[in-house]
């Protein structure tokens, strides 16, 4: 709802039961990644911390 997608817009990869998820957006706009990354940079959340940032 935050970002404003539809359900079909976005897949789960990984992590189903587990408390971090993996996901998939499929057609995100350039906004829309701009909002993620600065949500993930905001909660400094671990996976910036990965070589395929």
């Known amino acids: ?3 404003r997608l539809k ?4 897949t789960l990869v990984q992590g189903e039961s ?3 998820k993996v996901l998939r ?6 906004h829309v990644q701009t909002q ?3 949500y993930a ?3 400094h ?3 910036l911390d ?3 940032r």
Do not use: N, V
């Open 45 to 47: 959340s671990p996976a």
């Open 1 to 3: 709802a935050t970002l």
């Open 18 to 20: 587990a408390r971090d």
């Open 50 to 52: 990965r070589e395929d």
């Open 7 to 10: 359900r079909q817009q976005i």
């Open 25 to 30: 957006i499929s057609a995100a706009p350039t």
């Open 36 to 38: 993620l990354r600065k």
């Open 41 to 43: 940079e905001s909660a």
